[in-house]
C-alpha cells in the first residue's frame, strides 16, 4: 500500500492498493505519549478526511488550542457535543462515517451509527 500526503490538509494522505485501481483518502492524527497516529478512517474525498482530522483535533486539543483544515466557524455547533462525547464513541463514529461516506459537518442528523447516536443538539 502507497501512502501519499495530502498537499493543503493536516493528516489526510491518499492511500492507493497495489494491484488495484482504487483509493481511498484516509486521515490520521497524532496523539502525545502514542507511537503511532490513530486512525481516524477512510474517505471517498479529501475534504472528507480533512473535517474527520478537524473533528478529532477539536475533542483532542481542544477549540483554543487545535490546529484544523477548516476554519472554526464550521464547527460551532458541533463543540458542544465534543465536549460530552468519549474519544472512543467519536474515533468509532468518524470511522463509520467514513464508511457511509456521509458529510461529517452533519454530525447527528443522518447518523446510522449506533456508536453516538444522534449526539450534536438540534
Request: proline share 6%; charged share 20%; net charge negative.
Amino acid at each position: 500500500m502507497a501512502s501519499k500526503p495530502h498537499p493543503q490538509y493536516l493528516g489526510v494522505s491518499l492511500h492507493s492498493f497495489s494491484g488495484r485501481q482504487v483509493a481511498r483518502w484516509e486521515a490520521h492524527i497524532p496523539i502525545e505519549g502514542r507511537p503511532r497516529c490513530l486512525y481516524l478512517g477512510g474517505f471517498v474525498t479529501a475534504e472528507q478526511a480533512a473535517e474527520a482530522y478537524d473533528v478529532a483535533a477539536l475533542k483532542i486539543e481542544g477549540a483554543e488550542a487545535a490546529f484544523t483544515n477548516f476554519p472554526l466557524s464550521r464547527y460551532t455547533e458541533l463543540l458542544p457535543a465534543l465536549e460530552s462525547i468519549d474519544l472512543t464513541d467519536l474515533i468509532n463514529e468518524l470511522r463509520q462515517r467514513g464508511y457511509d461516506a456521509l458529510p461529517l459537518v452533519d454530525f447527528g442528523q443522518q447518523s446510522n451509527s449506533a456508536a453516538c447516536g444522534n449526539f450534536m443538539s438540534e
